[in-house]
DNA sequence: TGCTAACCGAGACGGTACGTCGGGTCTTAGT
DNA sequence: ACTAAGACCCGACGTACCGTCTCGGTTAGCA
């Protein structure tokens, strides 16, 4: 009979403005009360909507916050300083600085507790904030590159292990630092940091080569 | 926890039995049901104890268990195994095992990010759980000192510095790597982390001595 | 309900087709679900409607079941028995199985519940209903008179006091028989509430006759 | 090992004093809002009490509102006036001034309403309102008796069938009038009312006797 | 035949109340 | 003074309907 309801169609659309009022108020709320006092109806009052807006597009308090976390890290950007070292430094202190505000550190903790037994959350979180992340470091390994700073690493496997080590290793040190040890993360111990890092990175990787 | 009846003594005293119950019942709760759906009568329940019993020994669910994880990482303990980087891989493996049970990760993930708001819980998980296991840092480098493996360390303040940010180190790597990245702390990855630890610290904290 | 096109006219008449389907998916909504549980969402599910052709219709749930109520009741009609008190009789019955008709009690008395503090719709009962059926009992005073059976009345006030009274104790004890004391309304019952009736109506009406 | 628990025992018991206070809010809110407004959130906050401890005495807005509507009816009594007629003048005349409250009006025909769908409820209506006031119909037979104005009912059968007719035809004409024709139930109609019982009843149900 | 206004379906929206659940406290009786 | 049991107050949960509001699309009737 009718055609031109190409697939979903009809009925009111979706409020675009709704998405974005309502990620930002589960930030100010994690500000505010941090994960476990923070409730769905509080965000909806605080973005103007109603709850069932917000159940309609996320399952639950999880998901949400994933979604809300997930924006935050997209402020990383890799500065240009000139050096490798330098840059990993500058990535570094940015990530460091971005944990340190509350609801980055009380948000993002909180969704990886509940991961541990949801592995669907458990992906979503590795696909919007992990891995979206990784483009860091590789722009900094091509940049040094181009620079002459590192030689092109000839094994794709190889490289992608070394990736992987790399994140775990920094974005884990910076996270106990910040939320476990309590210590500021700052320009001091990133410097420590970055310095065993490059240090290791390079007597590792290319092991047979350089002796240094 | 409690006082061993102080002074005053009348009455009937506390049952010793209750609080090992109650622990127990409490990393079986959270292997069942994780931290969120953990609920405290429910441990009650399991332990055979009254909800009031419980609220009488601990203020709420955040410190009980910190109490409840803390004992798990009390196995932990150093293997001898001759050379500095074999000592090291196996504590981290004895880490990284514990980690992997649900118990532990759920957990210890979701107390800490609790303690984002909450000094005094952050207080309570960092001498019941991170200090309490510094000493294998500790031990391990004395061993390696007696083995000649690594010259005295001379200045106090360095060595703390350089303790912590081991720690920081090997536990944030394995807990990003087992719980966010997904990925198989295994021995292999283990050995990949060892090697780029003791690389990058011996090129770096000691500056001019080692060429390792 | 609504004007036939009052003076403004251009558009679309409304779909005459869908007041019919949307009164009986009422009342089959007050069968299927009772008062309670009956949804206009579900009515216009049912009547393939949907819910904003609805609310241009009616002002709400209460209007639109006073509306599928009352055509059940134009159903009744007074058979000519041949005496008085067979018309009674037959009348009554009819109204007794209507009124065991799920549909009728349970939508019947839910909205004289709500009419008790809604005067508008209070008034809306008693003209779509109460007085709408109220002919029945002119009808039959009228056969009477002319069979003989009863002298004319001479006093409108008084004979509308009468009427009045009728229905108040006909429709009243039947109610109350079907809904509240649970008893079917059969013929038995009938014909010993009729016989009381007219017994006592006989004796009373003629008042100056009896000096009481 | 513990042998002295009967059968309920251990534990808090519950409030008596919550009991009357429900009910005496739920009537309160019947007043201030109507049954279909009425909420149970509401009636526990009026109450002093949260909503849980009422969930856990009744199993919902219907049953709440029959025991609370209930207690009107024991009011109810029989006045010692002197001759049959008056003493039923007197009942039905207290009988319509409660049901003129609208705490009563509208709570008992909601919930008779509701009870068309639910065999329990019916039940409970039957037994804690309707059955409970027949005792004034007896008790009014009784009185006539012994004044002499009624011979003692010989058939016990018949008598209950009379009962049950008086009580439909009473109840149900004072309900209507007040609630359907929206007439107000003053001494005037109950007079009309009770002289048509009367002599109907006389005229009918001791068919042969009937002297007057 | 083509305009155009009122209609129609679908479904998202801000709300309100639901009945349940867990947290922590308190009141019993029993050890 | 302890214990188990369980009722208590409180507040959040996720769901269901309410009645309203856009949407895109249809359908008379007048020109």
Redesign the pocket.
């Known amino acids: 009979?009718?055609?031109?309801?190409?697939a979903?169609?009809?009925?009111?659309?979706?409020?675009a403005a709704?998405d974005t009022?309502i990620l930002a108020a589960t930030r100010a709320a994690l500000v505010d009360l941090g994960w476990s006092?923070?409730?769905?109806?509080?965000?909806?009052?605080r973005?103007?909507?109603?709850?069932?807006?917000?159940?309609?597009?996320w399952a639950?308090?999880n998901e949400l916050v994933v979604d809300a976390v997930a924006e935050l890290f997209d402020e990383l950007e890799l500065p240009d300083s000139g050096s490798l070292a330098a840059d990993i430094e500058g990535v570094v202190l940015q990530f460091a600085t971005i944990l340190a505000r509350p609801e980055a550190a009380s948000g993002l903790m909180a969704v990886v507790a509940e991961s541990t037994r949801d592995a669907a959350l458990r992906e979503r979180i590795r696909t919007s904030i992990v891995e979206r992340q990784k483009r860091l470091v590789l722009e900094g390994r091509a940049r040094a590159e181009a620079r002459g700073e590192l030689p092109p690493e000839p094994d794709a496997g190889q490289a992608g292990r070394t990736v992987d080590l790399i994140f775990d290793l920094v974005a884990g040190a910076v996270v106990h630092r910040t939320l476990v040890s309590a210590g500021a993360a700052d320009e001091e111990w990133v410097r420590d940091l970055s310095r065993v890092l490059l240090t290791g990175l390079a007597g590792t990787v290319q092991e047979p080569a350089a002796p240094r």
Chains 1, 2, 3, 4 share one sequence.
């Open positions: 009979m009718q055609s031109s309801t190409p979903g169609r009809a009925g009111r659309p979706r409020s709704a009022a006092k923070l409730t769905l109806g509080d965000v909806a009052t973005a103007g909507v109603a709850k069932t807006t917000l159940y309609r597009r639950g308090k």
